[in-house]
């Protein structure tokens, strides 16, 4: 009984991180989390998911360095 408790306990443990992960604290588990928002909500932060603040900055890299690779090839 007690093995089957323990791993119920990481299943729902890697559920949780998981949906805290693709969706921020404020969005996962229907908001139930929200409260572990850091700051007191006055500030204006971003409310993108790290997947998705990671893959635009990976665009945004990738953007760039076409842009000098065509600069220094004189194409337009």
Do not use: C, S
């Not at 969706?23 to 700051?39: I, R, S, Y």
């Not at 993108?48 to 220094?72: I, M, S, V, W």
């Amino acid at each position: 009984m007690g093995k089957i408790f323990g791993i119920l306990l990481v299943v729902i443990g890697i559920w949780v991180g998981m949906e805290v992960y693709l969706k921020g604290t404020d969005q996962a588990l229907g908001g139930a989390l929200a409260f572990l928002e850091d700051g007191d909500g006055t500030e204006v932060h971003d409310r993108r998911t790290t997947p998705q603040r990671a893959g635009d900055a990976a665009r945004r890299a990738h953007d760039a360095a076409e842009a000098r690779r065509n600069r220094l090839l004189g194409e337009d």
